[in-house]
């Protein structure tokens, strides 16, 4: 069983939502499913190169994931950079993500960020010295973002692709449109890849959280600089986030991984 880790809690501790993290995050683990080259046969052939790339083959199914980040963030270009340090918690079956990052000037921590997809619900709380609160942003268009990264950040534990509620439409032999539909919502990606099977980009429409309630439906992008090996698989461990805005692309964030577990027994 995964156990939701306690200094974490407090953030979320006498809200709504917390009950309903606690139970995404707090599971049985069931026993595993192991992937099967039967399983890849009716994928288009991007995506089937792209699972036989990562290794997936031959492992189980994973359930639960928790990995560590670090990076620099920014809000737009007028902003300075921001260096971070973020764990995540993820849940492959129901859905699921929570984010808790720690934003640092100077070496000293300023802000604490919290995002989640959860339930077919998102939404990002921003705390300066992690007693003010900067952002609180909830809504359906903040549910598009929410879902559209967790979609995207599948590519940490790739045999979720394989999932009852995901669908393929193949493009030509170097991308492919993904699909993920949960509580009765869907959102879509394309997919891009090399010749030998990495995905190198992942772009989609998703909403940008402008604040003061605002959000604008633009083109958004993450493009992978680098790959290493976690838990067996080849997976992207660096990589960018970016607005492909209409006067140009503006990069927000670089992050890299520098550690994931599958099913955890334990918390950070």
Do not use: C, H
Not at 3 to 23: N, R
Not at 258 to 263: I, P, Q, S, V
Request: hydrophobic share 40%; glycine share 8%.
């Amino acid at each position: 069983m995964l156990k939701f880790i306690a200094s974490d809690m407090f953030f979320i501790a006498g809200t709504k939502l917390g009950k309903e993290i606690k139970k995404i995050f707090t599971q049985q683990q069931q026993k595993p499913v192991i992937v099967t080259e039967e399983m890849l046969q009716k994928l288009p052939d991007p995506i089937k190169r792209y699972l036989n790339y990562t290794g997936v083959v031959g492992k189980p199914i994973v359930q639960t994931v928790r990995l560590k980040q670090v990076g620099k963030i920014r809000k737009d270009i007028t902003q300075p950079w921001m260096n971070f340090e973020a764990k995540q918690y993820y849940s492959a079956s129901p859905p699921g993500f929570v984010w808790i990052a720690y934003m640092k000037t100077f070496g000293l921590p300023l802000m604490r960020v919290r995002d989640y997809y959860l339930e077919g619900r998102g939404n990002i709380l921003v705390k300066a010295l992690s007693l003010f609160t900067v952002a609180d942003s909830g809504g359906k268009k903040m549910d598009q973002g929410a879902m559209t990264r967790y979609l995207n950040e599948m590519m940490w534990f790739p045999s979720a692709y394989l999932g009852k509620n995901i669908s393929f439409e193949p493009i030509d032999a170097s991308s492919a449109k993904v699909t993920l539909k949960d509580m009765g919502k869907n959102v879509t990606a394309t997919m891009y890849f090399d010749d030998e099977g990495k995905l190198t980009n992942f772009m989609a429409p998703r909403y940008r959280d402008m604040g003061n309630g605002k959000f604008e439906l633009e083109n958004w992008s993450t493009p992978i600089r680098g790959y290493g090996e976690f838990e067996g698989l080849r997976l992207p461990i660096q990589g960018a986030g970016v607005w492909n805005l209409r006067e140009g692309d503006l990069e927000y964030i670089d992050v890299k991984i520098t550690d994931l577990k599958f099913n955890p027994e334990d918390p950070y």
